[in-house]
């Protein structure tokens, strides 16, 4: 199962974009790439996930390398209520499992 | 949109309990899971089911026991509580198959305090 490294903390001013980053230097071939945030208090949320191609949706963008070895999740305007764990997840065996690991905070401030 | 509830927002019981969390999703998904967040830890997983009756062990399935009678419901049971099951408790459901579509649902989670 390939690792994801993520700095532990960041911050981020309102209205600015947040460039949150994660490397995963052993994904395989056929893995794809999750991201999900969890806000105080409550369940994670999926973000966005992606293979090879650039990903876009109305909550954020996610940018991968051609190598594919790392990955940025771009948040365009970051507001108050961004605030929370950002988790890049990188898919794990058949199951579906998801391996959650540390995570970033992301602290957005006015 | 996919809804996952969870049955109580914080449950408080005495060591030795029997505990029933309830978990049920609105999608028709195949797949649901139990996991357990503590600080430091991260989220584990502890059961998941792949359909109605099936259920594997996760990560750290100790103590727990599962029960799916029904495909929109998965019930996570702690035989005898004890104060180290002390956590949150988050439910997940998810399609099955379609690579890319591993895209789990959670729940708000329980917060269960064992005395």
């Known amino acids: 199962d390939a690792k994801t490294t993520q700095p532990t903390s960041m911050d981020c001013a309102e209205g600015r974009a947040a460039n949150l980053p994660c490397n995963h230097s052993?994904?395989?071939?056929?893995?794809?790439v999750y991201w999900y945030r969890q806000i105080h208090s409550q369940g994670p949320q999926y973000i966005i996930h992606g293979l090879k191609n650039n990903e876009t949706n109305e909550m954020a963008s996610l940018i991968i390398t051609e190598d594919r070895k790392s990955s940025t999740l771009i948040l365009p305007h970051a507001t108050l209520r961004d605030t929370a764990v950002y988790y890049c997840?990188?898919?794990?065996?058949?199951?579906?499992?998801?391996?959650f690991g540390q995570g970033t905070t992301l602290q957005v401030k006015p | 949109d996919v809804k996952v509830t969870q049955s109580s927002r914080y449950l408080v019981k005495r060591t030795g309990e029997k505990v029933f969390l309830e978990c049920v999703q609105d999608m028709d998904h195949e797949n649901m899971f139990w996991y357990r967040q503590d600080p430091g830890l991260g989220l584990r997983l502890i059961y998941f089911?792949?359909?109605?009756?099936?259920?594997e062990k996760g990560d750290i399935p100790e103590g727990y026991s599962v029960s799916r009678e029904k495909k929109e419901r998965f019930s996570l049971i702690l035989e005898s509580a004890s104060t180290n099951q002390t956590s949150m408790y988050l439910c997940?459901?998810?399609?099955?198959?379609?690579?890319?579509?591993?895209?789990?649902?959670f729940g708000a989670g329980t917060r269960l305090s064992v005395l």
């Open positions: 997940a459901s998810k399609t099955q198959g379609e690579d890319g579509k591993n895209i789990q649902y």
């Open positions: 052993t994904i395989s071939g056929n893995e794809y």
């Open positions: 997840i990188v898919r794990t065996s058949n199951t579906g499992k998801l391996i």
């Open positions: 089911s792949y359909d109605v009756k099936m259920k």
